[in-house]
């Protein structure tokens, strides 16, 4: 077995959503040690101002750093609509962020639904898609967990979303309930950002560290 790369990942959500993405990487990825930061007290983040979310970003990704991170995701599908580019632009560290892959669902001609928090459906016009804010959905789940299965989805989705051939799920929380999204659109294929930003940051270490150590590096993916 290939050894592990010394690098270590932070990985900030407003709580315990970012624990899907986490759950990608640790299959995925050959980093050697993880850094989890959940923001419990301010969480959710969904109905949050822009200006404030920016702040808790910025927060989020200066502790991470303190406490040894090379690089920073925010596994917050709200936090990386609304907040990472101005973090990234002031940050020595890569910063990679959780995003909707509403666009592509929508090219591939499939009959696309996008489900996010307030905030981050306000970042989603012109995608295409049918676009659904669900302001309670990931209060509930932070409730709950870890006991997940008592969240009851479909409480909260809108009578009026119908047949959908793609269901985007636009935080980083609805992944913890991914069953469930899929037991209420069975025709559906059910999407998240998650394995997105797995791809790009794998894509990135292979770029930096494969130079060092004399591989045909991969096209580094933008961060963010």
């Known amino acids: 077995m290939a050894a592990k790369r010394e690098i270590t990942i932070g990985f900030f959500d407003s709580g315990t959503g970012g624990l899907s993405v986490l759950a990608e990487f640790l299959k995925h990825s050959d980093f050697a040690r993880a850094i989890y930061l959940g923001d419990n007290e301010n969480a959710p983040y969904g109905n949050r101002s822009r200006r404030e979310l920016v702040s808790l970003a910025r927060a989020g990704a200066e502790r991470l750093a303190a406490a040894g991170a090379d690089i920073v995701v925010f596994a917050c599908g709200t936090i990386s609509t609304n907040a990472l580019e101005a973090v990234k632009t002031a940050s020595d560290l890569p910063v990679f962020g959780v995003f909707p892959p509403a666009e592509r669902c929508v090219l591939s001609g ?49 009578q009026t979303a119908g047949d959908y051939g793609a ?18 659109f069975p025709r559906a ?36």
Not at 125 to 151: M, N, Q, W, Y
Not at 167 to 184: D, K, M, N, R, S
Not at 191 to 216: H, P
């Open 167 to 184: 269901v985007v799920l636009g935080c980083t929380h609805y992944a913890l309930v991914a069953e469930q999204f899929a037991e209420i």
């Open 110 to 158: 499939k009959r696309t639904a996008v489900f996010a928090t307030p905030r981050t459906v306000q970042r989603l016009s012109g995608t295409g898609a049918d676009v659904f804010a669900l302001p309670d959905l990931a209060g509930e789940i932070e409730r709950c967990a870890p006991h997940v299965e008592k969240v009851c989805v479909k409480k909260h989705l809108p």
């Open 189 to 224: 294929e059910i999407v998240w950002g998650g394995q997105d930003t797995l791809r790009a940051v794998n894509s990135f270490l292979n770029g930096v560290y494969g130079k060092k150590e004399g591989k045909d590096p991969l096209c580094g993916a933008d961060y963010g």
